[in-house]
């Protein structure tokens, strides 16, 4: 083997073989490990534009306009070695070791007279806080920023600290600030001074937010190291866990409750979401990128809405009536233009629009001509978004008042599809109450579905108040777990938050407080519980169940306690009505009450709707 000797000055040989540059006291070696390797290291070396060295501590060298945490984030070479491996000052270089079980970081390179020509240094608190050891082979090169993706969000486990740390939204800003604009992966630790308490984290998991197209995703994924790093920036999310315990029990975890029997919705809503965030930069393909959620109040609107958009990993814009109000903000005309700018800026976004009936009333003159500005505010900002089929924003709007939104909005091109999220089925309702009691019941399937049968017209918040209420009685017998005879003392105090304004209490009139009228008792049955009850038979032999019964007679023959018996021994929702209640002096306000008494009833369907005295609502229409 031969060396080319550059310079007699210079403490470099480079060998003619394989290219590498390598101090003067290790030529010998040298001979014997043509071309090195980085899994026998004999000794240090360049090659290719990448320093294999040995790790050690910086002593304390002030440098100048730097901080003590800047500098914690560089990777110290001589001028020499930066010259040879071609790394400018400052510029971003990947520290790791020779064994593939330490996790690699991403420091900044700057220059330094200390040690030898190939060593590779570091402050003692950056080794303290990093996967090294003194005195370890590592290897520094250029960082390929080209391979790298943009964080969404960084989940964070407390190392050291306080047991029962309060997480905070300061202490989440602190640690978002301190490593914005650097680069990290997943099991790197980070550190920050906190009220004068050092924390550390361990990064858990990254997810990558979607701001490219999928050629980009796999040309990096080709090009990449096996392990990829991700750019921390103002909008990057940090999620913090106090232990290990509570991240491992919150991944486990799948769809929360609030969805919970929503999987039809859900899946339509979600194809809507990923046709506009994941289509190519370039693409000019119309697609609807925005949805209007409606339903009864409770359902899950909102917080569908939130889930969705947090799972899309793009960045969320959440506009509400009360936040443009508020005594911090500038002219709601303002505010709204800037949250939609945005949201355009940092595409792909996803804005909720929460309320947006509130939001976006009906003009009339009735309304105040500030909100008549707010709406043709957002209605431009929409047809903006609109007009730009490039755009990666999608909209989705929610409201429990569909009728009270400005019809302007209700069309192609701005709010595009409408999705009714529904009053829960018994089958949802199983669902929902699953998601909730998850290991705090013991409750068999057969009560599950009883529970969940009896419960008619309960929405998603119903059921939250109405798991709260049996938790408070189980707690006054001294029970450990949730049972059945909870739940039947629970669902007498907690009725459907849509009866609250209609709903009559029913005396508890059974079968056995009637004399005679067996006959009629059996129609009623027969009428109403039987359909429920035996669902499947009517289904097989094709009958199809009467929708309404006439009871008639003279006064005091029990009409009205059969009704109230019939909804007591039935268990549904019962509305009475008497027929001079809905009449009004107001033109259109007795219509509407009725239209009213059948939206509710829908609403909290199965029910009865019982009209007392109908021949003073329904009487017989004449010329006259």
């Known amino acids: 083997m031969s060396q080319q000797k550059s310079k007699k000055t210079s403490p470099w040989y480079q060998c003619e073989k394989c290219q590498t540059y390598l101090l003067n006291k290790d030529v010998e070696n040298h001979e014997n490990f043509c071309p090195p390797r980085l899994d026998e290291v004999q000794h240090t070396f360049i090659h290719s534009e990448t320093l294999c060295g040995i790790l050690d501590t910086k002593t304390n060298e002030e440098i100048e306009n730097l901080s003590s945490r800047e500098k914690d984030g560089l990777v110290f070479v001589s001028q020499a070695a930066m010259q040879l491996c071609n790394f400018p000052i400052g510029d971003f270089v990947l520290l790791a070791s020779n064994h593939q079980t330490v996790v690699p970081m991403v420091q900044k390179v700057w220059p330094t007279n200390e040690k030898s020509l190939t060593s590779v240094l570091v402050t003692k608190n950056c080794l303290q806080h990093s996967p090294f050891s003194l ?74 937010r979607m701001d490219e197209d999928i050629c980009n995703y796999v040309q990096k994924l080709s090009i990449g190291d096996s392990r990829p790093f991700y750019l921390v920036d103002a909008s990057t999310k940090w999620k913090i866990y106090s232990n290990k315990g509570s991240f491992e029990e919150a991944t486990k975890k799948g769809p929360t409750h609030q969805i919970a029997g929503l999987d039809n919705e859900t899946e339509e809503i979600r194809e809507l979401l990923n046709a506009t965030l994941k289509k190519p930069k370039n693409s000019q393909f119309v697609q609807s990128n925005s949805v209007l959620l409606y339903g009864n109040s409770g359902t899950g609107k909102t917080a569908l809405a939130k889930l969705l958009a947090e799972e899309s990993k793009a960045n969320v814009v959440e506009i509400n009536a009360p936040d443009l109000y508020s005594k911090n903000s500038t002219s709601p005309e303002e505010t709204i ?110 009560d599950f579905q009883e529970i969940s049968l009896t419960t008619h017209g309960f929405v998603g918040a119903d059921l939250v108040s109405l798991c709260s209420q049996a938790s408070l009685v189980c707690g006054r017998r001294t029970g450990d777990k949730i049972q059945l005879q909870d739940f039947k003392v629970a669902l007498r105090k907690v009725r459907p938050s849509a009866m609250r304004e209609v709903q009559i209490e029913v005396p508890n009139v059974k079968w056995s407080d009637i004399g005679g009228q067996d006959k009629l008792k059996l129609i009623l049955r027969q009428a109403v519980e039987w359909p ?79 009209f007392d005295e109908i021949d003073a609502l329904g009487g017989e229409r004449s010329a006259v």
């Open 135 to 208: 005195n370890d082979i590592v290897t520094v090169r250029k960082f390929d920023d080209s391979t790298s993706y943009k964080a969404s969000q960084v989940s964070v486990v407390l190392l050291e600290g306080p047991k029962l740390l309060e997480i905070t939204s300061e202490l989440n800003n602190r640690l978002s600030k301190s490593y914005e604009g650097l680069y990290l992966t997943e099991g790197n630790t980070v550190h920050i001074m906190f009220y004068g308490t050092r924390l550390q984290f361990e990064i858990k998991a990254i997810e990558k």
């Open 337 to 446: 233009k800037e949250l939609f700018e945005n949201a355009i800026k940092n595409a792909p976004s996803v804005i909720i629009l929460d309320e947006v009936d509130i939001l976006c009333p009906t003009r009339s003159s009735r309304i105040a001509d500030s909100e008549k500005r707010m709406v043709s505010t957002v209605l431009i900002s929409l047809d903006a978004i609109a007009q730009n089929r490039q755009l990666r924003v999608f909209i989705i709007a929610t409201t429990n008042k569909v009728d009270n939104i400005d019809v302007a909005f209700r069309r192609c091109g701005r709010l595009d599809r409408e999705i009714e999220i529904p009053t829960p089925n018994p089958r949802s309702r199983n669902s929902i109450l699953r998601k909730l009691l998850l290991g705090t019941h013991n409750l068999s399937d057969d």
């Open 532 to 610: 429920l009850k035996y669902a499947d038979s009517f289904v097989r032999l094709g009958v199809t169940p009467p929708k309404g019964v006439l009871m008639f007679g003279p006064p005091g023959c029990s009409k009205t306690m059969i009704a109230k018996a019939l909804a007591t021994e039935s268990g549904l929702n019962f509305l009475s009505i008497k027929g001079p209640e809905l009449f009004s002096k107001w033109v259109g306000e007795s219509e509407k009450a009725v239209r009213e008494i059948f939206r509710k009833a829908r609403q909290v369907a199965p029910s009865i709707v019982f």
